[in-house]
């Protein structure tokens, strides 16, 4: 799976009539970008050689049972592991777009509790947060398939074909590590 399967569902709410497509397009854009840095971060920490099919349900269990990791956590669990910082490879407008993942964030939060956002957002403003977000994980997705092999579109726990030259591996090597960094991780 890449980017236009992926992003399908989103364009078919796109060309849609109806009344709600803009904020279902931008609440599932945004589901979707965290899926994709999600799957970034679990592809890079099941390159260690000691995790293999065996640990595949446990990686994914502990994980799931952190319930606290968001956007940002998975950019610092990323970040962890890779010998580049992600604003580096993602490039110049890193610094602007990440600022508005969090607004976008903060937002759908708002519309998930049937509150009005604090810019009070319309249909339009919702599309054109759809279109930063479609941007976002095309441009993350191509960076990250030139530097590790993998965009974060589809099944991310398998080993690369790469020679991958990753950090810190040996403080995630076990559940319990691996556990105990997505705790410290949760609390920044």
């Not at 060309?15 to 709600?20: D, H």
């Not at 502990?62 to 890779?82: C, P």
Request: glycine content about 6%; hydrophobic content about 40%.
């Amino acid at each position: 799976m890449e980017f236009e399967d992926d992003f399908a569902t989103v364009d078919l709410l796109l060309s849609s009539n109806f009344e709600t497509r803009g904020v279902d397009a931008f609440i599932l854009s945004l589901i979707k970008a965290e899926k994709q840095l999600r799957r970034i971060f679990t592809f890079l920490v099941y390159q260690n050689p000691t995790f293999g099919i065996q640990q595949y349900s446990d990686l994914r269990k502990t994980l799931a049972a952190n319930k606290k990791i968001y956007f940002t956590q998975f950019i610092d669990g990323i970040n962890f592991i890779l010998p580049k910082k992600l604003k580096t490879i993602y490039g110049n407008d890193y610094d602007s777009d990440l600022a508005l993942f969090i607004q976008f964030t903060n937002d759908r939060n708002k519309i998930f509790h049937g509150q009005i956002t604090s810019l009070g957002l319309s249909r339009e403003d919702l599309l054109f947060n759809v279109d930063k977000i479609k941007c976002w994980c095309k441009i993350l997705g191509e960076k990250m398939l030139q530097e590790i092999g993998f965009s974060g579109f589809g099944a991310s726990y398998f080993k690369s074909q790469l020679d991958l030259n990753l950090r810190n591996l040996e403080k995630l090597d076990t559940i319990s590590k691996y556990e105990a960094f997505l705790i410290s991780i949760q609390r920044k």
